[in-house]
């Protein structure tokens, strides 16, 4: 087999066993040279050390192994979009959805934002004293964009038949100034909640996918930037099931 080099492992040896390969695996981070015992023409993964591209020369008597090929790192920050990450001021390019009913718990949205991702906070089917409960708790650990904390959202289910909680959901997370919601199942903007350039905050698309479906600024959104595709029955706002109605 052609060869690109060799591996010098300044002490450590390639991994040739299944325990030791997959231990290599998670090393994301590093990068893997696939090496080959001279010996067996055994194929193994090595990392650390040093690679000598071809034409370079090993020291003499220093053991070295072929390489046959190089992954370069992997870093899971660097997965996705950069702009992201910017954008939302996170570590990964990750979310957690939202699920209903506090399934996504305040609890989890925690956990992400302190592990640098972004989780929603499940709201849909929660009555709004609760919903505040949960932004009070999430504001309490973990701050608010003004207040340079660190990123979180919450989902505003669209509730065609209790437009009067959907109405005020979307004003508890304006006054609290919840930057990022995830606007879920709607099967066209609403008025009240998306074009209305007074609110303050709008989706860049509402097409009923919803989930993830995200208004991360407080920005006007023209009228003619929110899109309403799906002609598919609402979420529920309690199971997230799709109701034929
Ligand atoms: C049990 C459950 C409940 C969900 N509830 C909601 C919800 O209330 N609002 C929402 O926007 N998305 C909801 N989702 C969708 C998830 O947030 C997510 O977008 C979806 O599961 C797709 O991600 P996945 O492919 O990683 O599962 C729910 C998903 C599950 C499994």
Known sequence: ME??????????????KQADLLAAVPQLRSPAHVVQDPASGALGVAQGGLFMPQGMQAPGGTPAWPVLATLPPIYPE??????FCETHAVRFPYVSGAMANGIASTRLVIAMARAGFLGFFGAAGLGPATIEQALHELERELGTADSGGLTWGANL?????????????????????VRRVSAA?????????????TRGWASVRADGSGASTMCSRRSRVPRSRVTSSSLRPPRCSTCWSRRAS
């Open 185 to 197: 199942a709607y099967m066209r903007p609403t008025p009240p909640t998306f074009a209305t350039p």
């Open 3 to 16: 060869t690109i080099g060799v591996w010098i492992g300044n002490g450590a040896a390639p991994a040739f």
């Open 157 to 177: 289910i669209h509730s065609p038949n209790e437009p009067a909680i959907e109405e005020r959901v979307a004003d508890l997370y304006i006054r609290r100034g």
């Open 78 to 83: 660097w997965l996705g979009d950069r702009s």
